[in-house]
Nanobody, 117 residues
Framework: QVQLVESGGGLVQAGGSLRLSCAAS????????MGWYRQAPGEQRELVAG???????NYADSVKGRFTISRDNAKRTVHLQMNSLKPEDTAVYYC???????????WGQGTQVTVSS
């Protein structure tokens, strides 16, 4: 059973920065993708950024140039550095570990990010 624990959310003014972290525990396949998704009230959950175990990254167009995803395979952690935050970045941010097709997709409990204008 995989467990994901997020930390680092909070309240910040527009233009500010936050760093989210996610620690994974349990039995994890070596080949996987870790990512951050977000869900605003009344909206669908969307991909923010992902990073493969080999270090290949992808970002939503809305966060390119502002957010940076990184991971430490030895520590089983993934981080999301969020700069130049905007009110529209306000959402619950979820960590995801995707081990498909050989395993499953696991989610953290979510952490609230609120950006005030």
């Amino acid at each position: 059973q995989v467990q994901l624990v997020e930390s680092g959310g909070g309240l910040v003014q527009a233009g500010g920065s936050l760093r989210l972290s996610c620690a994974a525990s349990g039995s994890i396949l070596s080949i996987n993708t870790m990512g951050w998704y977000r869900q605003a009230p009344g909206e669908q959950r969307e991909l923010v950024a992902g990073i493969t175990s080999g270090g290949i990254t992808n970002y939503a167009d809305s966060v390119k140039g502002r957010f940076t995803i990184s991971r430490d395979n030895a520590k089983r952690t993934v981080h999301l550095q969020m700069n130049s935050l905007k009110p529209e970045d306000t959402a619950v941010y979820y960590c995801n570990l995707d081990e498909r097709p050989w395993g499953s997709s696991s989610w953290g409990q979510g952490t609230q990010v609120t950006v005030s204008s």
